[in-house]
């Protein structure tokens, strides 16, 4: 495009809860830059950041929470409700999320790059795009979903769903369509199928060599990894976490794996994704007999490394007491202990309050000393 030389965009969208962040994280496994326009609209309201006191002014000081921050479900039960206030909240956040997106799909070291945004037709985003991908659900889908994963009340997700305009608006702009209703592994095979016909792919990565017997290795997983990747979480737990192969599948939606190789076994592994600029790992698992030093070195360089790539700003870690009982290896590697509340960005202690589990401990490393969206926090 005019805008971006160089670059093949794909603009992703679709109704709520149809599964646009599997689809963009499939895409990234696949090698392509990922930006989520709707978490980008999030940060531009926090406090301190440059959509927050128009916010305020525009909808009442009542949108507030205890700690200043504005309540997301306060706004959106005004915002959902009203159209008229859905495009007052609009015009003050996506210039910003327009601007923020110019950034990012620059300095992307990627070629292709995938821009999600649920209102991407209804901004002149769409106008930037090589393709338009859409997904879509069935209506007890998108139900199901806000309730489970979102907490939402029933009430309240159908005034969201309802709120919204019919997907077959979408559709008729669409190059691409996702029928996101079934099993991950139905739409990874959509996801694949539709990445062939993407003109100017990148090149894939030139196969790493074969591993020595003294020689520990990283590789980035695929899905079509998903069986061992199960046999080896439940042979490491000594069957307390039992996975299969669904199970991993559905976890490529959410995240990535790194497999720590050995010789020709797997000697470890790493769960970890980038959202929202943040990246987050929530599994380190080492074989018995492994070096700890050296293996979480490996991953973790690895990890990084892909991580500055997506543009990053910080890494939190959220290891298991076994793991994280090596503090000193973490310390060389540049991470420390932190508590939710000791991180200094809200974004980052809202990444940490998301995805950190009971009983894991939080280490912390910043990536990058400037932020991409400062001064949004």
């Known amino acids: 495009m005019s805008d971006w030389p160089g670059k093949y965009i794909i603009g992703l969208t679709g109704n709520i809860a149809t599964g646009k962040s599997v689809v963009r994280k499939m895409l990234e ?52 409700a009203n159209s008229g206030a859905m495009a007052v909240l609009e015009d003050i956040v996506h210039p910003m999320v327009r601007q923020a997106v110019d950034v990012l799909v620059r300095r992307a070291s990627q070629r292709v790059v995938v821009i999600e945004a649920i209102k991407l037709l209804e901004t002149d985003l769409h106008t930037l795009c090589d393709q338009i991908w859409v997904t879509q659900a069935t209506p007890q889908k998108q139900l199901a979903r806000l309730v489970r994963k979102r907490k939402m ?27 996101n209703s079934g099993t991950f592994e139905e739409t990874w095979n959509q996801v694949s199928k539709a990445w062939k016909i993407v ?26 990894q998903a069986e061992r990747i199960a046999s080896f979480i439940t042979e490491q737990s000594s069957g307390k976490r039992r996975m299969t192969r669904s199970d991993v599948m559905a976890a490529f939606g959410e995240k990535a794996f790194l497999l720590l190789r050995a010789g020709e076994e ?34 973790v360089e690895t990890m990084e490394k892909a991580s500055l790539e997506l543009q990053s700003e910080a890494s939190l870690l959220f290891l298991s ?49 400037h932020r991409i969206l400062r001064p949004m926090s």
């Open 266 to 299: 797997v000697g470890g592994l790493l769960g970890w994704q980038v959202e929202n600029l943040i990246t987050r790992v929530d599994d380190v698992i080492l074989k018995e007999g492994i070096s700890p030093t050296k293996s979480m070195k490996v991953l």
């Open 199 to 224: 003109p100017k792919a990148p090149l894939e990565a030139a196969p790493a060599p074969p591993p020595s017997t003294k020689q520990l290795t990283v590789q980035r997983a695929t899905p079509n």
């Open 321 to 369: 007491p076994t793991i994280a009982q090596h503090e000193k290896i973490w310390n060389g590697l540049g991470y420390k202990a932190r508590t939710v509340k000791d991180l200094s960005v809200r974004a980052w202690q809202n990444a940490a309050m998301e995805s950190m589990l009971p009983g894991t401990v939080l280490f912390f490393k910043r990536l990058q000393e």
């Open 153 to 179: 009340t029933l009430e309240d997700a159908q005034q969201r769903i309802g709120a919204q305009a019919p997907v077959r608006d979408k559709l008729r702009a669409a190059d691409v369509a996702i029928e």
């Open 29 to 80: 496994h696949l090698g392509v830059y990922g930006i989520d326009a709707d978490a980008l609209a999030h940060r531009a309201i926090m406090k301190g950041a440059p959509g927050y006191q128009p916010t305020v002014e525009a909808f009442g000081q009542w949108i507030l929470a205890e700690d200043g921050q504005i309540d997301r479900a306060k706004l959106g039960k005004v915002v959902f």
